[in-house]
Structures are given as structure tokens and as C-alpha cells.
């Protein structure tokens, strides 16, 4: 292996870089330099974001254990955008709430330590190479979700989430091992050629996916999502629901198009029930919720299920579409838990009825919020009209008209929901409104990217033109 | 920048101005009201440009232009007008301006009414100008959604209510709208061509029938929710009641003329066959309309509900005239939809100054306003008798060219339906006369309206801005036919 191969894991490495810079700073410095590392790492991730915008050959490497090719490069980079822009978020909160205890460091390198799971798991060539990624991926996030060690809740939430992703682990594994039994190699190429339909790959593909639903949490796989998203701190639920999940949804559509294609009859009845379930069981929960942690839960729950109707079209259109939603829905769910975390931070505040007002008091928050929720909802000119529409676009191109209609019902009953912030936002007033602040330069310049995201992602079409024009890399 | 984009880009324009420079209500209704004072100059422009260029060009549209915009799609963003969306362009730059001068005096937040209202203006004149499915239906929900906040911040009554069932209901309608314009998309390379949005692309199509029985539907209740389709009504009523009076203005003026050009030129002329289908069901839905608004206006007890049921049978009236397929009912529909924007704008700006005064908006506490509010009360005669449809006003040229229009028609289901929704002129009569003979004639019903206020030179100028073109329309209504005459054609020939 020469260099050049070894550079294909350019963003891995860099990240690796980055966790071993953060471990040796938190050996060597004393107590008073420990805020330090807030900028420290900030830089060092923002410079590995911005090295990501160039170009990388595709290529594989360790015999085909691990692949990179110009579409996961592009989503790679996108992640550690997102992770940056949430970083920048939870700036604040480190400095006030954990500097102190002395966990600022730490909470870092296990963000980013799950970052670089999530960017092995995507890579991954073989089942071995995804799993270790998985696990990766899964684990630091339980250690953040109870980083709030003085809030019971948390503790419990993580509690939650590290039994139930175990049991997700195990039944993927289980999974994994029905399709090695099946077919005798781990490789996701060898497998894709000698996988048939057979009752027994049928049940490891059932057990497989339900191990990746519960990352995504679809439905019925989705129990643990609005309790853990409570619990944890909000930067934390906010990674959940925006770099786990879209990471998640990003394996499972190379899975399904490549190695589970010889299944695809039955997978996508599958899939087609599991869209109209999680879709419904979102929206339809989210309508009744006041904390906004499980609102933004429910709410995340039921865009996976759009996600999925993308998986419909198995071709160039529907991968693409599914990336760019992806990195549509991580902006604007980075601008909406951007500004709960701002208010919370500085109120503590988390319900809806908190919010009552907020427009009179703190109207660029609000307005933010607002973009983040229209998008969420599919508002044209914001970014999440188009990734919406596109979707729809992708599973009509298939005939699954039917579909695309509980679809468009599903839009317009979580635009209810939606507009109930707004409503409480812009057309309640109230005289316990919580009053105006200014938030800290971190939080601002996070939110304004955000924002940046939600604006121009959708008017600006030559970004999805080039998802497209990327996205047959892996299919052939 | 081409003539039309700039109907585009100057409420932009506006909007950045009105957010990032003013201050207090002063400056926000300096700006918009220059603003929209260019827009309506550019409208006239627009006019008298297009009739200069109609002259040498004989294309469907003028004024095209085309860019890519999502290559992989092959969504393009092209303009182009023909006589129709001109007279619809000019209409909204006319209520768009008056409505701005009768909310002079908005107190709340005035910065953001304004940047709301002028926000939703750029999303219908967007329409209006748009040839390509995805960037016109883009600019429409850009038109509907910042109704919910005019309503829901400004408005009275349930307004809370209101707002979210009007943006639920007219989201809803465009999301089944979506469906059947993917449904169009989808089906544009029946022949062997590329997929497109091009709305004049698609018109070369042979849609296949069984697909066109599918989407048809779907397209026209779409489109139809927001021009007040019976039984989709219901947001209307409740959602004019609620909100303040400019939006009333601009939702009945312009807003609901969205759904009858929108099912003219893409439900009825995209899928020609699936709407011959269904035209009789329509047709029936329609005409129901017609009859249900009417009576539904004579049982109010609340002016602007009145004004709300008035605009339902008015607009249905649109629709049925559309689906009666003869040249002369379109014609009809269209100066039908120009007319009654106008005059609807004018109630509901009528009904906003005798309600700001007097604080009730119920029929049965008004009385003897002419005496007090002179002014006022003549223009409220004029529109009432105009709306009923008396010679020399738009309303009796856009009614009457639709009901010799549909009576033409030589099915005897259609003539009968004719004669049912004629009716309604009646019905019409008798709910205007009583509400105008009652609130602005006889004596003067309560001691404190004496001392009224006069009308303001704000209001005056709002409501003579919006009389001017209903007496042009009554009096020289050929000028009027003569150029919407061509641009009717390529619908007869694709349609009949």
C-alpha cells in the first residue's frame, strides 16, 4: 500500500488527527486552560470540513474492506459540516455547563469519535468493517446522551438508548450472520452476486434491516427516540437525529441498492409499509407534543419516513434525492435545535407554551426557527421544498403515485404541527414571554450557517445537479 | 433584466428594503408604497408593451425567456405572458397598491405586515408570469403560506382558527396538487420526448386518457380549493371574516384567481380529455357553488361573511364558466375573475373603514352610515350596485358574457345548469340591496356614529384606484375582449 491508496481515507485520517491532537491537549494542559480547547477543536474540525471540498479519487482499500468514491465523499463531508455547525452550537453550553467539571475534552473526542464511526460504517466494503463502524458510531453517543450527570433523566435516557441500540446491534449481527450463512463471504460486491431470494435470506435481510430501523428509528422501531431525545442534552439529540440518522439512512440505501437487490421485491413492500407507518405514527404523535425535544423527535421520526421514499427508485435519482434530503434535513434541524439550545441555554426553557410571544421579544430566533420548520414542512424557496418534492418525484417515478399521495397528506398534517411553533412564536402574546438576549458569538455563527443551509441549498440548483451527477459512482 | 422577472424582483427588492431599513410604521409605508407605486406603473407599462408587442409577435406567449434551473429534472425557470396573466399581473398590482393605502394606519408590527403582504405578491406575480409546472407551483405556495401569519397576527376574531384552517386546507389542496402535476411530469414523454415542465412542451403531448382521468382531478381540486370549489370551501368564509382588511382584499381580489387561472391553464389545457370526463361532475360542483354561496351571503348577519359567501358564488361562478367550453364564457370567466377582484377588494375595503369606525361589522347595528360618512357611503352604493351586475360597471359585462356564453351551448344538461345558476343573479340582488339599503340608508342607528370621521385622502385614494378600472371595464368592455380574444385561441383550439 502506497501512500496515495493510504490517502483515499483522507477524511478518516483526519479526524483520527484530530482525536489525537484533543487526547494530547487534554494530557498537557492545566485546569485553567481547559476552556481552551472549545476553539481548539473547533478550528481543527472546521479545517478538516474545509479540506473536504477538495476533490479525492475513489478507490478501495484493505482488499475492499473499505471503499470511498466521490458520492460518500461528498456526504462525508456534509456530516462533518453538520457536526461542525452543532459543535458551534453547544460551544456555549460546554463553556458554562461542563468546562467546569472538567468534561469539555472529553465530550469532543467522543463527538468525533462517533463521527468517525459513522464515516467507517458508510465506507464499510464488508459486513465486518460496517458493524465495527456501527458500533463506533454507537457507542460514544450513549456516554454523551447521560452527559448531563446532575439531570436524572439523562442517566436514564442513556440508559434507554444503550440497551436498545445493543439489542439493534445484535439483531443486525444476527442478521449478518443468516447472510453469511446464505452466502458465505462478507463482501458486500461477492455477496450482491451470489445473494437470491430465499425464505432464509429474506429473514437475515428482516433482521438486518431491523437493526439499522432502530438507528433510523422508523417505525415500529422508533420507542426509544422521544424519551432518549428528552433526556439527552440538546446538542446531543440533535446529533441523534441529524448525523446518526442520515448516516444510517445513507448504509441502508447502499445496502438495499447494491446488495439486497436480487430482494428488492420484497423489500420494497417492506419498506412501502414501513414509509405509511412511520410517516403516520410521526406526525400524528409529534401533534401532541409540548416539550419541544420530543416535538423535534417525532418530527425527525416522520422525516425518515420521507426519507425512505426515496428507496423506492433504485437508480441515480432516488440516491441522489436521499443525499441531498439528508443534507437539506441536517440544516434545518440544526436551525431548529440551534435555537432551542440558545433558548434553553439561556432560560431553560423547552415547551411550546415557553415560546409564546417570542417573535415581540427575540424576532431573529425566531425567525430562524420559523425557516428551520417551514423547510422541515417543505415551504418553498427554502431548501426542504425541494428535497421534499424531489422525493416525490423519485418514488413517482416508479408509479408509486399512491404512495406519494399518504405522502403529500402526511406534508400537509405535519405542517399543522409546524405551524403550531409559529403560531405560538408569531401570533400569541404573552407578558412571561422570555425576554430578549443576545446570543454568544459561537451560537450566532452556528445558527447563521444553519440558516445559510435552509436559504440556499434549494434555490441554488447546482448543488443537487451535482449529487446527481455523482451519484451513479457507487451503483455500477 | 427582462420586463417580467422584475415583477419578481422588485417585491424582493422591497421586502430586503423593508427589512434591513425601516424603522417604524412611517418609513415601512414610504417604502411599500413607492415600491408597489413602481410596481403598478411597471403593470400599466406592462399593458401597453404587450399590446405593442402582440402586434408583431404571434407567439402563444411573449416576453419568453428560458432558463435552466435543475438540469436533472429538466426544470426550467420560464416567463412569458399572453393577455391573460397581463390583465391578471395588472390586477394585483391595482389591489396590491390600494390595499397598501387602506392599511395606512396598521399599528402592530407594521414592518412585518407589509413585508408579509409584499412577500405573497412576488409569489403571485411569480405565478403569473411562470410557463413551467415546478416554478409555477413553487410561486404559488410562496403566496399562500405568509397568509397565515397576516391572518393569524392581524386579524380579529377567531383568527387563530381561521388562519390555520385556511393554510391547512389551501397547503393540502396544493399538495394534491403536487401529485397531479408529477402525474403530468411523468407522463410528458408519452410520445417519445424528453420529461418536462414546459407548460407549451406538455401541450404538444398526447397524455395517454387513462392517466388524464387520474390527474385531471387531482390537478383541478387542487387548483379549485383556492378558487372556493364547493365543497372546499369552508376555508373562505372564515378566513376573509378573520383577516385584516388588505389581506381580504388581496386574498379574494388576487388570491383566489389563482385557482381559476391555474385550472385553465394547466388542469383544462394540459389535460384536455380528462376534463372533458369530468366537466360534468365540475360542472355540477360548480354551479352547486354558485347557488350555495348565494344563499349562503343572504343569511349572514356579519358584513365581511357576506362578502365572503358573495365571493364563493362569484368564483364558482369562474369555474363553471371554465368548464362550459365555448369561447365566449371564457371570456366571460376572465373578465368575471378581473371584475370581481376588483370588486370584492372594494368591499372588503369598505367594510374595513365602516368597521374601523364604528367597531361592528354586524348588519343588523349599522344603519343610515351615508348620512355620517358620505363619501364612504356613495362608493358603497356604487360597488353594491356593481357587483349585482348593473350596466356600466364590470360586473354586468363579465356576467353577462358568461351566461350567454354557457347558454350557447348546445348540450341541454348544460343549458339547464345555465338557467339554475342565472338564478343566482336574483339571489344576488336581494342580498345586496338589502345589506346596502340597510346599513347605509334609513335613519342613523346609533347616537355616537354622528361624529365619524371622514374618509382620509389614504382611503379616498385606495378605493377611487380600484373604481377607476371597474367603470373602464363596464364602459368599454370590447377594448377588454378584443385582447384577451387572441390569447383565448390556443385554449380553442386544444380544448374544443
Known sequence: ?476 | MDILSLFVVVPVLIVLALSFFAKDLKQARLISVVGMGIQFAMSINLIFAYLKERAVNTGIMVFTKDVVWYETFNIHYSIGVDAISVVMIALTAVVLLAGIFISWKIDDLPKEFFISLIALSSGVFGFFISTDLFTMFVFYEIAVIPMYLLIGIWGSGPKEHSAMKLTLMLMGASAVLSVGILGIYFNSNADGGALTFNIFEIAQVNIPEAAQNIFFPLTFIGFAVIGALFPFHTWSPSGHASAPTAVSMLHAGVLMKLGGYGVFRIAMYLLPVGALNWADFFLVLSAFGVIYGAFGAIMQKDLKYVNAYASVSHLSLVLFALLMYNKTAWTGAIIQSLSHGLLTAMFFALIGMVYGRTHTREIAKLGGIMKVLPFIGAIYVITGLAYLGLPGFSGFVAEMTIFVGAFQHPDMFRRILTIVVVSSIVVTSVYILRMVGKIMMGPLSNEEYKDLPKATWFEKTGLILLLIPVVMIGVLPLGLSEMLKESIQPFLERLL
Open chain 1, 1 to 476: 500500500m502506497n501512500l496515495e491508496s493510504f490517502l483515499l481515507m483522507r477524511s478518516e485520517i483526519g479526524l483520527l488527527a484530530i482525536l489525537i491532537l484533543l487526547i494530547i491537549f487534554e494530557i498537557f494542559s492545566d485546569k485553567k486552560q481547559k476552556a481552551a480547547v472549545i476553539p481548539f477543536a473547533l478550528i481543527l474540525l472546521a479545517i478538516n470540513t474545509a479540506l473536504g471540498f477538495l476533490p479525492l479519487a475513489s478507490g478501495e482499500l484493505f482488499g475492499g474492506m473499505f471503499k470511498t468514491n466521490a458520492l460518500l465523499y461528498f456526504f462525508k463531508t456534509t456530516l462533518s459540516l453538520g457536526v461542525l455547525i452543532l459543535l458551534l452550537q453547544s460551544a456555549d453550553w460546554l463553556k458554562e455547563k461542563v468546562v467546569d467539571e472538567n468534561k469539555a475534552p472529553e465530550f469532543f473526542i467522543l463527538i468525533i469519535s462517533s463521527l468517525l464511526g459513522t464515516y467507517f460504517m458508510i465506507s464499510a466494503g464488508d459486513f465486518l468493517m460496517f458493524f465495527l463502524g456501527l458500533e463506533l458510531a454507537t457507542l460514544p453517543v450513549a456516554a454523551l446522551v447521560a452527559y448531563d450527570t446532575y439531570k436524572r433523566v439523562s442517566a436514564e435516557a442513556a440508559v434507554k438508548y444503550i440497551l436498545s441500540s445493543a439489542l439493534a446491534s445484535g439483531a443486525a449481527l444476527f442478521g449478518i450472520s443468516l447472510l453469511y450463512a446464505t452466502t458465505g463471504t462478507i463482501y458486500f460486491d461477492s455477496m450482491a452476486e451470489i445473494l437470491t431470494s430465499s425464505n432464509l435470506s429474506i429473514l437475515a435481510f428482516v433482521f438486518f434491516f431491523s437493526g439499522l430501523a432502530f438507528k433510523i428509528s422508523l417505525a415500529p422501531f422508533h420507542f426509544w427516540t422521544a424519551d432518549v431525545y428528552e433526556g439527552a442534552p440538546i446538542n446531543v439529540a440533535s446529533y441523534l437525529s441529524v448525523i446518526s440518522k442520515g448516516a444510517a439512512v445513507l448504509i441502508l440505501m447502499i445496502l438495499l441498492f447494491t446488495v439486497f437487490k436480487p430482494l428488492i421485491e420484497t423489500w420494497h413492500k417492506i419498506i412501502y409499509i414501513v414509509i405509511i407507518a412511520t410517516m403516520f405514527i410521526g406526525n400524528l404523535f409529534a401533534i401532541r407534543q409540548q416539550n419541544l425535544k420530543r416535538f423535534l423527535a417525532y418530527s425527525s421520526i416522520a422525516q425518515a419516513g420521507f426519507i425512505l421514499l426515496g428507496l423506492m427508485s433504485v437508480d441515480n435519482l432516488g440516491t441522489a434525492t436521499i443525499v441531498y434530503f439528508v443534507a437539506v434535513y441536517i440544516f434545518s434541524n440544526l436551525g431548529a435545535f440551534g435555537v432551542v439550545q440558545a433558548i434553553s441555554s439561556f432560560s431553560d426553557k423547552e415547551n411550546i407554551d415557553d415560546y409564546e410571544g417570542l417573535y415581540r421579544t427575540n424576532p431573529k430566533l425566531s425567525l430562524l426557527m420559523m425557516l428551520a420548520l417551514f423547510s422541515l414542512a417543505g415551504i418553498p424557496p427554502l431548501a426542504g421544498f425541494f428535497g421534499k418534492f424531489f422525493l416525490y418525484t423519485a418514488a413517482a417515478s416508479q408509479g408509486y403515485y399512491i404512495l406519494v399521495f399518504i405522502a403529500v397528506v402526511n406534508a400537509t398534517i405535519s405542517l399543522y404541527y409546524y405551524l403550531l411553533v409559529v403560531r405560538a412564536m408569531f401570533l400569541r402574546q404573552s407578558d412571561t414571554a422570555i425576554p430578549y438576549f443576545r446570543s454568544p458569538f459561537y451560537m450566532r455563527l452556528g445558527l447563521i450557517l444553519a440558516a445559510i443551509g435552509i436559504l440556499v441549498a434549494g434555490v441554488y440548483s447546482p448543488i443537487y445537479d451535482y449529487i446527481f451527477s455523482i451519484s451513479n459512482t457507487f451503483l455500477n
